[in-house]
């Protein structure tokens, strides 16, 4: 800095005078040899200058506003809401959520290990079919947590309940969810798993509302859908998500994307929290 001033003053005093003309002849000549490399020196100098600023403060001036932990999809700001829900899956076709295929299709082993459940954790499995993902987390939240199941249709809760008992699992409980209603207890759920569900929701707003009442403070919702925007996925396209529609719907019922698992064969595992206001 004070290095900066200095040349500017010996710099204007000298070509000020050099341009009054006095300066003549041979010896002015040489005069003016030194005062140019005189001037060339002191402009070679460094001059300090002032400090850039730190990169992240830049950057968090430049970023726009977001709740802390929310990540974004970049596809899902320009989505609009214009999904139509698929039927529901009949309790007829019941055999299809168990059939031997779906372990190389959905490989349920690692998606419940990508949950990171601990014991004395409450679940729902919302949707819970005839328990296909119920028996499996059941003993890892034992003993002392618990797997509350749902499903909209009593039928699909009657054949969980068998292949519960015939595990022998005691720490889980059912529960009769309506169209807009989770029938889950306020307040009382850690993570909410919903497989191959959330596209079958006919009133999802209402449902997500519900749901967010039923989550505890730092409750979550896992949302798994066969993937949209992959063709190799050999399902029917009313029954497939994109991921940015799915964060889209989310962030309009006030869910933010917090985790993402792209790793499963078909699907993707989208994990959000409720924005807290
Ligand atoms: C394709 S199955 C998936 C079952 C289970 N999640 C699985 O992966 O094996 C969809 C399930 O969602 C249930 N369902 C649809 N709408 C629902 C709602 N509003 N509340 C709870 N369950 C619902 C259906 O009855 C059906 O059992």
Request: neutral net charge; charged residues 20%.
């Amino acid at each position: 800095m004070y290095r900066g001033i200095t040349n500017v003053s010996i710099e204007i005093p000298l070509i000020t005078y050099w341009n009054t003309g006095r300066f003549s002849g041979r010896g002015a000549q040489w005069v003016r040899a030194l005062l140019v490399v005189g001037l060339l020196a002191c402009r070679a100098r460094p001059v300090a200058t002032p400090p850039a600023p730190a990169p992240d403060i830049v950057m968090v001036a430049a970023r726009p506003p977001r709740p802390a932990g929310c990540l974004t999809d970049a596809a899902a700001a320009g989505q609009q809401q214009a999904r139509l829900p698929a039927a529901t899956m009949s309790y007829r076709g019941a055999e299809w959520l168990t059939r031997p295929e779906r372990i190389a299709e959905e490989d349920p082993e690692r998606l419940i290990a990508a949950l990171h459940l601990r014991p004395g954790m409450v679940v729902a499995d919302i949707g819970a079919g005839v328990g296909y993902h119920t028996w499996r987390m059941a003993p890892l939240v034992a003993p002392n947590g618990r797997i509350v199941a749902t499903d909209i249709q009593p039928q699909m809760l009657a054949d969980l309940e068998r292949n519960v008992r015939a595990r022998g699992l005691a720490n889980v409980s059912t529960a009769l969810s309506g169209d807009g209603e989770t029938g889950l207890p306020s307040d009382a759920i850690d993570l909410a798993l919903m497989v191959d569900v959330y596209h079958e929701l006919s009133q999802p707003a209402r449902f997500l509302a519900d749901l967010r009442r039923a989550l505890r403070p730092q409750g979550r919702l896992a949302l798994v859908e066969f993937r949209a925007e992959d063709p190799k996925v050999p399902i029917r396209p009313e029954h497939r998500m994109t991921a940015a529609q799915a964060t889209a719907e989310m962030a309009a019922a006030g869910f933010c994307l917090v985790g993402r698992d792209d790793t499963l064969p078909w699907q993707h595992l989208l994990v959000f929290e409720p924005l807290r206001h």
